[in-house]
């Protein structure tokens, strides 16, 4: 062993842990799977951290453990170690190279932040949408029939934290969440207590609390947001899977927070729109000669 | 209890004449202004509460075992789980790091008779039982159950009187802080022995100056959160009251402008007590002294400007969710170059593999990992998934666990010596390391995977899919919980009846060891002159031997 130049030694070590740290960034481990299009974004982002972290801790945990052994004491040695109090040139290395690490990763997470819709947030892209649904824009409003009828008339929603977006959506959502449910409200005048969305179609949730702060998370498009009582919030998504997920409340609420869970179901456009009219038709049947209209359509 | 059978012996002369020669161990239980007694007032008293805590943690992860809320109440869970973060912080990691070794070790450490104001530092530690007693009696009205954090509306709702024992208790804890923060401050500056310049002094001292400074600037933030918080529970204002046009977006900019810091006011003194016990334990200099020095302060000024790392989902303009991204990845900087330097110490050295060395080696390498997922936690895209996450769990209990509470062991095991005259066995140090090292892995690193996959934190119950890694997580807690046995039984045993300990077991340099063990009341009988600097191993001439007499 003690023959081997260390230079070789260091190549064999360096190869050894890039292989691993590529492999353990390419495996996406422990995510569950990506139904958003902000997944592949956030795994992505995270894997990359990943993959340096891993080969960062090879490194580091096997050179403490290297030296451990190394330059453990020998029977009967009493005697000190070596007299280095310091090296300038090594200090500055282990200083600049982790600050450029950290900083491409900071220049990183801005852009993913961008691309996730982060600094559209509050932009009003969801604001004056409570009452709008692009798909259908010759449907009468039902939300305004509502109002019609004596209801109350819904009250203005201004999001101030989130992702959001500058384009109409074409499906938007109001959350509410209290303790312990979340209710969904469609501007077709339909409340639910899980969320039905079409599947590729951009999504705006309005976001808010009547108690107590409650956090909206579904862990398979990997969005959070907290639903604030005073502040509005939001969530811009596309859904990218047909299937239903996991709507978890992330902040804790009172003693059944840990039971604040219902689901999200990602529907086909054809499913999403029968699940719309049934809806309608069962909540409204006072609406049901408007939507029969266009179920026939 | 253990301080009864501190060993009682007469033969100091004390140098003051009224004085008399030392403590008996009724002075334990009062208002003593000894700097050592308090420091060990100190560690009692936060080990109790470790124990507490502890306790609190077994029963969580008892219900957790299965999915289902069957075990405890959830509301009794939600008290367990607000006082279990309390009690870790307030009551063992900060009491413990800052008021138990920062009193015992400073003065000792720079040739200081005593803090500058003793009766001051009385204080500060009187302040804390009625602290514990508030937080353990508000149990009878339910318990706090809002969180550690506390954050409003919830803590204006669940169980008022519990939760303004809570926000009372804190704010004494905090006092307590503050008090013990000019002390350390005003000692450090005024009261070094003549012949130590401000380059010589320990590391550990350093570590506590940029702790004192922290923890002035940030606490009083915190406190008046909590007054906020307390006047809306009982005065009727409202300023963290929605529907009274409350804010309680404030309350989390205040109580994270404080608690970001806090977490490093938790590691900072750790990391000082690794600058010390490396070097002993390696017999090498410590590398890089004026780069750990300077990466405290790093870490201090820019550990300032993080907080809204903790609100990446909460009310945060986008540009905020940026800015702090960036600062808190680059508080990994300095943290880094102090993992580096005690790794670089390592090297060339002849490593006694004391229980002191086997905890800060472990510490070495469990703070890595916390420090790595801090990072990923710190941006904010994957913040959005993994706050609130098991994944966040994970994360702290690494540098909490794997970083204070093994630091904490690594400084009692290094320590206990000088502060009781009697050695602790070590074999039965080493398995406490083995049980600990093993436990806190077992229990703490599956938790990323149950983060990463969906499964919210604070929750009594949980889907039944995550139901197989919580299982483990509950079994590694009690190897955890079973772990301490040995700690306990070679602490009691040795403060009574253990082998007796010289003024220097470890032939180390800085100037606690020019003393006899224990020291004397009043530290010297004629104070030290600084022939050589703290870590001088291996330089020549500074051979220093075991029995170092302290009227040289
Ligand atoms: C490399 C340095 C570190 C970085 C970058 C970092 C980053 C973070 C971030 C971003 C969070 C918020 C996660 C979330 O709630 O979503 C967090 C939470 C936390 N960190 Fe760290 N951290 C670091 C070191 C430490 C240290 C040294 C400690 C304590 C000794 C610590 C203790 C905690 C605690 C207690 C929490 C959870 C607070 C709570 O929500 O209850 N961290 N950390
Ligand atoms: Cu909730
Ligand atoms: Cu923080």
Redesign the interface.
């Known amino acids: 062993m003690k023959q081997l130049p260390a230079s070789i030694w260091t190549l064999t070590v360096g190869i050894l842990v890039t292989l691993i740290a590529l492999w353990a960034g390419n495996q996406n481990l422990?995510?569950?799977e990506q139904a958003s299009v902000q997944a592949p974004?956030?795994d992505h982002?995270?894997n990359l951290?990943?993959m340096i972290?891993v080969a960062?801790?090879l490194l580091?945990?096997g050179?403490?453990?290297f030296?451990?052994v190394q330059?453990?004491?020998?029977p009967g040695?009493e005697?000190?170690?070596?007299?280095?109090?310091?090296?300038f040139s090594?200090?500055a290395y282990?200083?600049l190279i982790?600050?450029v690490i950290?900083?491409v990763?900071?220049v990183y997470?801005?852009q993913?932040?961008t691309e996730?819709g982060?600094?559209a947030?509050?932009g009003g892209g969801g604001n004056h949408l409570l009452m709008s649904h692009g798909h259908q824009p010759h449907q009468p409003m039902p939300a305004q029939l509502v109002s019609d009828d004596g209801a109350e008339p819904a009250p203005a929603f201004k999001a101030?934290?989130g992702?959001g977006g500058s384009e109409r959506p074409d499906v938007t959502v109001t959350v509410t969440g209290m303790q312990y449910a979340w209710i969904f409200n469609y501007p077709e005048g339909i409340t639910a207590g899980e969320l039905h969305i079409p599947v590729n179609k951009s999504v705006q949730l309005n976001i808010k609390a009547t108690?107590?702060?409650h956090?909206f998370?579904v862990?398979?498009f990997?969005?959070?947001?907290?639903a604030?009582?005073?502040?509005d919030?939001e969530l811009r998504f596309t859904a990218t899977k047909v299937g239903d997920y996991?709507v978890?409340?992330?902040?804790?609420?009172?003693?059944?927070?840990?039971?604040m869970?219902t689901r999200v179901y990602v529907h086909t456009q054809e499913e999403y729109d029968r699940w719309l009219a049934e809806n309608q038709f069962a909540q409204h049947p006072d609406l049901s000669k408007a939507v029969a209209v266009h179920a026939t359509e | 209890m253990a301080q009864a059978q501190l060993p009682v012996s007469g033969e100091f002369s004390a140098a003051g004449g009224h004085h008399p020669t030392a403590w008996k161990w009724y002075d334990y239980f009062t208002f003593n202004v000894d700097h050592k007694l308090i420091g060990i007032q100190y560690l009692v008293f936060s080990f109790v509460f470790y124990l507490v805590g502890g306790l609190m943690a077994v029963v969580m992860r008892t219900e957790l075992y299965t999915p289902d809320a069957d075990v405890i109440d959830p509301n009794l869970y939600n008290a367990l789980l607000t006082n279990h973060g309390t009690i870790m912080i307030f009551g063992w990691v900060v009491p413990a790091a800052i008021g138990g070794f920062g009193n015992f070790l400073v003065p000792l450490m720079i040739g200081a008779r005593d803090m500058a104001f003793p009766r001051l530092n009385a204080l500060a530690f009187w302040l804390l039982p009625p602290a514990g007693l508030l937080l353990v009696g508000s149990f009878f009205f339910g318990g706090a159950q809002a969180g550690w954090t506390s954050y409003p509306p919830l803590s204006l709702i669940t169980a008022n009187t519990a939760q303004s024992m809570w926000c009372l208790s804190i704010i004494l804890a905090g006092t307590s802080s503050i008090l013990g923060s000019v002390n350390f401050i005003v000692t450090m500056v005024k009261m070094r022995v003549p012949s130590m310049p401000w380059d010589k002094m320990p590391l550990f001292c350093w570590a506590m100056m940029a702790t004192s400074i922290l923890a002035l600037l940030s606490t009083p933030v915190l406190a008046i959160g909590l007054i906020l918080l307390l006047f809306d529970i009982n005065f009727g204002t409202s300023f963290f009251k929605p529907d009274a046009g409350g804010n309680v977006i404030i309350y989390q900019h205040l109580f994270w402008f404080y608690s970001h810091p806090a977490v490093y006011l938790m590691i900072l003194p750790i990391f000082g007590i690794m600058s010390e016990v490396i070097p002993v334990h390696a017999r090498k200099p410590i590398f890089g002294y004026k780069a750990i020095v300077g990466s405290s302060m790093v870490i201090c000024f820019i550990g300032l400007f993080v907080w809204v790392h903790h609100m990446f989902t909460s009310g945060t303009p986008p540009w905020m969710r940026m800015f702090f991204t960036i600062s808190t990845l680059i508080v990994a900087v300095p943290t880094g170059v102090k993992i580096f330097s005690w790794t670089a110490t390592l090297w060339g050295g002849k490593i006694r593999y004391t229980s002191a060395m086997l905890f800060a080696i472990g510490l070495l390498i469990m703070f890595v990992v916390g420090g790595l997922s801090g990072v990923t936690l710190g941006t904010a895209p994957v913040d959005i998934h993994m706050h609130d996450t098991y994944y966040v769990v994970a994360h702290f209990h690494y540098v909490l666990f794997g970083g204070s509470v093994f630091g904490l062991y690594a400084g009692i095991y290094h320590w206990f010596p000088k502060m009781t005259g009697r050695m602790l066995n070590e074999p039965l140090g080493k398995v406490h390391f083995i049980l600990t090292l093993i436990g806190a892995n077992l229990t703490f690193l599956p938790m990323h995977v149950l983060g990463t996959q969906g499964m919210p934190r604070r929750v009594a119950m949980y889907d039944p899919q995550f139901t197989q890694i919580n299982q483990i997580c509950t079994i590694g807690a009690f190897i955890l919980a079973f772990s301490v046995i040995p700690f306990l039984v070679n602490v009691i045993w040795s403060w009574g009846w253990g082998e007796k300990a010289s003024g220097n077991p470890w032939r180390a340099l800085t100037l606690e060891w020019t003393t006899d063990s224990p020291p004397m009341i009043e530290n010297w009988h004629r104070l030290p002159v600084l022939t050589h600097g703290p870590y001088d191993y291996g330089l020549a001439g500074h051979a220093p031997s075991e029995t170092t007499p302290s009227h040289v």
């Not at chain 1, 990997?222 to 907290?226: G, I, P, S, Y």
């Open positions: 422990f995510f569950p974004l956030v982002f995270f951290m990943f972290a960062l801790f580091v945990a050179t403490i453990i030296f451990a330059y453990r004491q020998r040695d005697g000190d170690g070596v007299p280095l109090e310091g090296d090594l200090e282990w200083t982790p600050a950290v900083i990763l900071g997470s801005v993913v932040f996730m982060g600094f947030a509050g101030e934290y992702l108690d107590v702060i956090s998370w862990p398979q990997r969005l959070k947001q907290d604030i009582p005073g502040h919030t996991p978890v409340c992330a902040e804790l609420c009172g003693g059944y927070h840990g039971a869970r």
